[in-house]
């Protein structure tokens, strides 16, 4: 059985997305994903700093990739 995938995204610092969804086809046709919406509160600016952070600190990087429109921010 696959693992679940976590992954968020903030939107605009109001908005985040957490989701535990794995986009290649298996996981569109074998897996049930869930996720939630968060608008408003502390979560989505807290998300933000949290990411920052671990930059910072070198605990991750960012990284391009090669997608069909172009160099895409990861």
């Keep these: 059985m696959p693992r679940p995938t976590p ?36 979560a989505p600016l807290r998300a933000v700093e949290h990411v920052r952070e671990l930059q910072r600190t070198g605990v991750i990087r960012q990284l391009w990739i090669d997608a069909p429109c172009g160099m895409t921010h990861v």
Excluded: K
């Design 7 to 42: 992954s968020w995204r903030v939107a605009d610092r109001r908005t985040l997305l957490t989701t535990s969804a794995n986009f290649t086809q298996a996981g569109v046709d074998r897996n049930i994903e869930a996720g939630i919406l968060i608008g408003g509160g502390p």
